[in-house]
């Protein structure tokens, strides 16, 4: 059964390439043993991935063994929700893509604050 997204429609896809979410199918989908909660489907900046690497995730450098190319700005990846909540705090949160956004993160960040920045509503 597919997971909802902050408008509790069907999540959709956020990223095959490269591949991300928690599970790595691409989705935003979260389960128990998401820890971090990677619920947000982003749209990379430069100004978060400087932001992410100076709190200690740097998503820029290439992991061979993980299979993971490094993310660069303009990139779509599935982020923690604190982790993003945490960038606009600081004035550098990215771009969000709505429809691909897990609902469980409204736990955690508004809507309305979500929907500032999304990419994907007309």
Known sequence: ???KNVLDQNIELCCTSPMTGFYRDGFC???DEDKGLHLVCIQASN???QFSKSVGND???PIEDFDFPGLKPGDKWCVCAYRWLEAYENNCAPKVYILST???VL???PLNILKKFSVDLG
Do not use: R, W, Y
Request: charged share 15%; no cysteine.
């Open 59 to 61: 998503l820029t450098t």
């Open 107 to 109: 736990k955690i960040i």
């Open 29 to 31: 989908n979260t389960g």
């Open 102 to 104: 897990n609902h469980k």
């Open 47 to 49: 100004e978060f991935l």
């Open 1 to 3: 059964m597919a997971q």
